[in-house]
């Protein structure tokens, strides 16, 4: 392998969020690693609907992603319409708890490759023009080098 991909949050990156539609739509900030959803004043997303559970369900941070949970709620936790105990959830996507739909926004990832530190330089697949030098060809690949007449591909 070549290098290593890894995935961070770029410098500054907006933390997610859960966006309640409604006539004045609210967006709260999920700080916490964990967010309870439900009607219990104590909840970090309260939702005063008698359909909704003292404690309905949970937004946790996994690593990279953020699982949605039902914590046995009466009714049921929707995921894009479909109910679920537990699921992933990416951005633009939309949960269902009782009457209220609210859509998740999380912060864009950025994808890094990451090279390994070369110690030579890498071997040349051709031969050196002549009176130029462009790289190393190694012994154990020059019988693997052999001209092509011109006009051919392979």
Known sequence: MIGEATETAPAGAAT???TIAGHDPVTIALTEPVVVIGRDRGCGVVLDD?????RHAE?????GAVV???LGSLNGTYLNRTPVESAVVHD???IWIGDHRMTFRSPPVARLLRLPDWETTVPSPRPPASGTHRGTVLAEFAHDIVP???G???
């Open 16 to 18: 997610p969020s859960l």
């Open 50 to 54: 008698i359909t909704v559970s003292r």
């Open 59 to 63: 937004l946790r941070r996994e690593g």
């Open 68 to 70: 949605l949970t039902d």
């Open 92 to 94: 633009g996507d939309t």
């Open 148 to 150: 092509k007449p011109a």
């Open 152 to 154: 051919t591909c392979a």
